[in-house]
């Protein structure tokens, strides 16, 4: 199956519409980016959608980044820095605590995905594709012989 077009995903995502603040060129490569990460065969036809999620996931989380060079080539303060995730708020004395990176990455892969909306659907359509995979991205094996599996394999 061939990848999906700058069209189908701005037709899919209206907020990536604004050709200024989201180019063709850019969405271009994030569409490549993402070209070998989706298995078309095994999404069957959720694969554009599957793509198009990703490519929406990239998109967002390149957001610091390209924002920092906007200008052509001055970084702006912050640009490239990790996303954290807001973890508490107060207000009185104003305290803001975030998600440590260990948190997000423990998770593998998943953790990243799970930073964006997109990121979540796309967690979540795999689940119904691939029900085996776990949050690390290992594939659960079926039950053989009535055993169940112990954190080093299969036991009795």
């Given at each position: 199956m061939d990848n999906i077009t700058v069209a189908q995903f701005r037709a899919r995502f209206?907020?990536?519409?604004?050709?200024?603040a989201y180019p063709d060129s850019t969405i271009e490569m994030y569409i490549l980016?993402?070209?070998?990460?989706?298995?078309?065969?095994?999404?069957?036809?959720?694969?554009p959608k599957a793509q198009a999620?990703?490519?929406?996931?990239?998109?967002?989380?390149?957001?610091?980044f390209e924002e920092g060079y906007a200008?052509?080539?001055?970084?702006?303060?912050g640009a490239g820095e990790a996303i954290?995730?807001?973890a508490s708020e107060s207000e009185g004395d104003s305290s803001q605590s975030y998600v440590t990176t260990d948190a997000v990455?423990?998770?593998?892969?998943?953790?990243?995905?799970?930073l964006t909306s997109y990121g979540q659907q796309y967690l979540a359509m795999r689940a119904f594709v691939v029900p085996g995979v776990t949050s690390t991205g290992a594939i659960q094996l079926?039950?053989?012989?009535?055993?169940r599996q112990?954190?080093?394999g299969w036991v009795r």
């Open positions: 209206a907020e990536f519409r604004d050709t200024t980016d993402t070209a070998n990460e989706v298995n078309f065969d095994l999404f069957d036809a959720r694969g999620l990703l490519t929406a996931h990239y998109l967002w989380m390149g957001r610091p200008d052509g080539g001055t970084p702006v303060p954290r995730l807001l990455t423990a998770g593998g892969l998943d953790g990243w995905l799970a079926p039950n053989p012989r009535g055993r112990g954190p080093f």
